[in-house]
């Protein structure tokens, strides 16, 4: 009886997990043709969580607790499988983005937040709450993880005692990634492993790496087993401020090769308002109001929130949210980077902001430069060090949280991730790309759902 069970339960999740990679497949935009277009932000604005957002939606799917205060948005996980997540109803075709962030604190918990296209290029910032010293920034470009040296840890001081603020300046010719008003990483877009250059939604939330269904690979690098009788575990976010650097109402692919230059903005231009956008950000940074023109959203874009629950858009938004991750170890990165501009964008934080000590490690010697704020090395080292096994070996791992969600799904749809992140080693300086797909996303399909009714009765 036991055996049959776990048979069931086994091959509900591999169900769940082939069709999601099936539907990611029919909406990305580089291996499928007739994708629906991205809504354009298009503008400006900054949200301080003390409501509900007009900006962003939680995931049909995804479980836990999310509540708004007058001092932001808390983001808990109460019990075993909670994922809470929001995701922005508009794409950037380059911007900046600023959150100010606390994480969760917990061994095994991971709080992320990150940008994601359609055709899995990627910028991600990740805390473990088992580290007290250090964050991690990372990178993919059209999903392609045959390689493990793209992520890097920084230092911070207590990311989860303290609100710190994190910038990701996405521009043409180099992200760079900001700690406090200060860079701590710098990708310039001739690197060798490809240059995230299609448009972005933004993606918040935390979930438990540490769950024990997970792979040893992603348990290790989340810190540890997750000891769920210490729940609740919460991140907390008090302000975004969001300002995209195109024009328009939708972006759309025109062919499939993912480059920037393919991309077209309807009734606007790619990276038509760059310097409008700083103007913007520097303002919104410092608690000043915009012009209506820069802070309201586009025709087209506000009417994006209620078509991402229409039947057409809303498939594409789950299908690429469910298996942007799954789908990652099976693409391939096709979009070039030789035929940038160079374009001579400054990138500054306006804001004025006190500079922390923070050193950064980092994994990508060849094609990322790393400015560190202090020379403070020491206690980062042992923090990665502490945070990474030196015997991980460079591999691609995909968990088997879908299972985890299968095995839990007789009261409703339960998660363990949407997250990509990666796993660092401390001898070799590789990191390992950790694909780990939200299982909540599979209850919704009929044929792994009864499997797992049937192995519930069972």
Same mark, same amino acid.
């Given at each position: ?5 776990? #048979? ?7 169900? /769940?997990?082939?069709?999601?990679? !099936?539907?990611? /497949? ?22 301080? &969580?003390?409501?509900?957002?007009? $900006?962003? $939606? ?23 499988? *909670? ?17 100010? =962030? ?32 250090? &964050?991690?920034?990372?990178? &993919? ?12 840890? $920084? ?7 303290? =609100? $710190?603020?994190?910038? #990701? ?14 860079? #701590? ?58 300002? *995209? ?67 057409? !858009? ?32 400054? #990138? ?54 879908? /299972? ?26 590789? !990191? ?27």
């Amino acid at each position: 009886m036991a055996f049959l069970k776990s #048979v069931l339960l086994a091959l509900s999740a591999a169900s /769940a997990l082939a069709e999601s990679s !099936s539907t990611a /497949a029919s909406c990305n935009p580089i291996k499928t043709s007739g994708c629906s277009p991205d809504p354009a932000l298009g503008s400006s604005f900054a949200e301080s &969580f003390t409501s509900e957002s007009e $900006h962003f $939606h939680k995931l049909q799917y995804a479980t836990g607790q999310i509540n708004y205060t007058d001092e932001g948005m808390a983001m808990t996980i109460n019990k075993r499988f *909670d994922n809470p997540s929001l995701r922005s109803n508009f794409y950037l075709m380059f911007g900046k983005v600023e959150v100010e =962030f606390k994480a969760a604190a917990g061994q095994g918990i991971i709080s992320s937040f990150y940008l994601q296209s359609d055709d899995l290029d990627e910028i991600d910032l990740e805390w473990t709450g088992g580290d007290t010293t250090q &964050f991690q920034s990372n990178y &993919f470009s059209k999903g392609d993880t045959t390689t493990w040296d793209r992520g890097a840890f $920084h230092g911070v001081d207590a990311p989860q005692e303290k =609100f $710190h603020n994190y910038t #990701v300046d996405w521009a043409m010719d180099k992200t760079v990634w900001y700690l406090d008003g200060a860079p #701590v990483r710098t990708l310039t877009n001739d690197s060798s492993e490809g240059y995230p250059q299609s448009p972005m939604y933004v993606m918040m939330g935390c979930w438990a790496g540490g769950d024990p269904d997970n792979q040893p690979g992603t348990i290790e690098w989340a810190g540890g087993l997750t000891d769920y009788t210490k729940a609740p575990f919460t991140m907390y976010i008090k302000r975004v401020v969001i300002t *995209d650097y195109s024009t328009g109402e939708q972006y759309s692919y025109n062919g499939q090769s993912g480059s920037w230059e393919s991309i077209e903005a309807k009734n606007g231009e790619v990276y038509g308002r760059y310097q409008e956008a700083q103007n913007d950000f520097s303002s919104l940074t410092n608690g000043q109001a915009i012009s209506s023109s820069s802070s309201a959203s586009s025709a087209s874009s506000s009417a994006s929130s209620s078509a991402s629950s229409s039947a057409s !858009s809303s498939a594409s938004t789950s299908a690429s949210t469910s298996a942007s991750s799954s789908a990652s170890s099976s693409a391939s990165s096709s979009a070039s980077s030789s035929a940038f501009s160079s374009a001579n964008s400054t #990138v500054s934080s306006s804001a004025p902001y006190s500079t922390l000590s923070n050193s950064t490690s980092i994994l990508s010697p060849s094609t990322v430069s790393v400015s560190s704020v202090s020379s403070g090395s020491s206690e980062s080292a042992s923090a990665i060090s502490k945070s990474a096994s030196a015997s991980i070996k460079p591999q691609s791992l995909t968990t088997s949280a879908e /299972a985890a969600a299968v095995t839990s799904s007789a009261a409703g749809s339960k998660s363990s991730a949407n997250s990509t992140s990666t796993v660092s080693s401390a001898s070799s300086s590789y !990191s390992v790309r950790v694909n780990t797909t939200n299982g909540a996303y599979a209850m919704k399909m009929s044929l792994p759902a009864l499997f797992a009714a049937v192995a519930f009765l069972i």
